[in-house]
């Protein structure tokens, strides 16, 4: 007798995997063909569940997961994945781990798949590696050209210095360029000691952020080591404690941190009763009772009234709809906001704001002295990103007025009569390219965007730096709009 098999065998393997692109970036997709080889019968009845998990930074995290019929040698199926780490990722294909088919032999039906994911919004570092010593007085930096894989000619610039300001460089060189997709550049530093550096690309006259300052040492008595020490230690993530000048030494920070949303400080989520007047993506304002919300223009293709949603504070039941504040419906342009006892509603034009006062349903507008700034930087008719801190109304465009991917801030006083609060300023680094909202808390500016994965970016205004970016939420979430 034929030693024939009686159920299906089940599996998968590395070389079965094909992405496109054969190159991952951070925020697009991904497509992943799984192919699935069955030695063993076809069973007419068997539904087979295939699922792709993502293993990043230590973390395994379900993408999705699909059903097939049972079939006879090879089946394929492709599933989308959108990356949100940089670096190395592990695609884990299980199928069948639910063993609702039956099989004879389990041992194939899981396999992995390394895939190196890079990022567009700064440079991609090989070498040095952080905290580098070395007891020659000559630096190499190898740098990932993502241009070459993206069919972009990016050019780079790396600054390096012994402050971590970069105010006056000791180095400052630009219009580096890649050879077969590496970027390779060589110095050497006269003095000894402890450096930092940072780098950028440029496409044309648009600039990626800066990297985050990264440390060296020259000179050092060993060589080929990591060590931080003194202002080297400013480069951690310091929540719980601080860098003294006094100690060279890190001490207990009992402050208060700038804000950072993201998981580990989600506090909850609520399901809303939404009126049947909103439609499309819409913008959002609180003042700590109610929220706030009237259907962009932009996405609705029509004007919108403004409808409240209680948050649960101050008697009022959360989620709960509670009509329309006022009859009249406003073409929202991009955004609304909560300043001074009122609802404040850009509808593109450059002068003027119409107002909501929920507590007595006054509707008017106001002129606008120091002027608003459309997405583009112009006074002129168009879309207007605006929200309050409770003292000054902030304006954001987000190309500058050559079209560049700059961000422009202008600052308006309400209470002088809306005027502007000194010059327009330029915030360091590039703006999001689905950027859809931002808000201002203690002198930070966040800025996010909904396209990619969720990225968020925080900008000190006192010196209109970028700090840092990070994302708000894993897995993706599909946010939107933000109110503070």
Known sequence: ????????????????????????????????????????????????????????????????????????????????????????NSLVINVNENRAAVEDDFSDNETTKSVYVYKTSEPNILIPQNGYTSNSKSMEFLLVDIGEYIGKKLTYQIQIDTALTFEKPVMDIKN???????????????????????????????????????????????????????????????????????????????????????????????????????????AITTDGTYLYIGSMLYYNGQSSKIYKIGTGYNGTQKGQSYGEVVSNVFPIFHTIFYHDDKIYIPTGNSKYLWWIEPGTGDVDSVFVSGGLLNDNAKEEFGGIFLCSDGKLVYNLAILD????????????????????????????????????????????????????????????????????????????????????
Not at 40 to 55: A, C, Y
Not at 76 to 84: I, K
Not at 228 to 233: H, K, N, P, V, W
Request: aromatic share 14%.
């Open 1 to 88: 007798e034929l030693a024939l098999p009686k159920n299906p065998d089940y599996s998968v393997s590395n070389p079965l995997i094909n992405i496109s692109p054969e190159f991952p970036i951070v925020g697009s997709p991904v497509q992943v063909k799984i192919y699935v080889k069955n030695f063993g019968i076809l069973s007419q009845s068997d539904s087979l569940t295939i699922d792709l998990s993502v293993m990043s930074k230590n973390v395994k995290t379900l993408v999705t997961s699909k059903k097939i019929k049972s079939f006879a040698l090879t089946d394929s199926l492709t599933f989308e994945w959108t990356p949100t780490n940089e670096g190395e």
């Open 401 to 484: 007025s050559t079209g560049a991917h700059k961000y422009r801030l202008r600052i308006l006083d309400p209470k002088n009569n809306w005027a502007k609060v000194g010059e327009d300023r330029e915030l360091s680094g590039t703006s999001y390219n689905y950027f859809s909202s931002f808000f201002v808390i203690d002198n930070y500016l966040y800025a996010f965007e909904y396209g990619d994965a969720n990225y968020m970016r925080r900008f000190d205004l006192t010196t209109n730096r970028f700090e840092e970016e990070w994302l708000t939420y894993t897995p993706y979430q599909g946010y939107f709009a933000w109110t503070y």
């Open 176 to 282: 580096i360029s890649s050879i077969n997709g590496i970027v390779k550049w060589k110095t050497t530093l006269q003095d000894s000691g402890k450096y930092f550096w940072r780098t950028r690309s440029w496409e044309g006259v648009d600039s990626s952020n800066w990297t985050s300052a990264a440390t060296f040492e020259i000179g050092s008595d060993t060589a080929n080591t990591v060590s931080f020490s003194a202002q080297q230690l400013k480069l951690f993530e310091l929540e719980n404690l601080k860098y003294s000048d006094l100690l060279n030494s890190l001490t207990l920070d009992d402050s208060f941190l700038p804000a950072k949303p993201m998981n580990s400080r989600f506090l909850e989520r609520f399901s809303l009763a939404l009126p049947s007047g909103l439609s499309g993506l819409s």
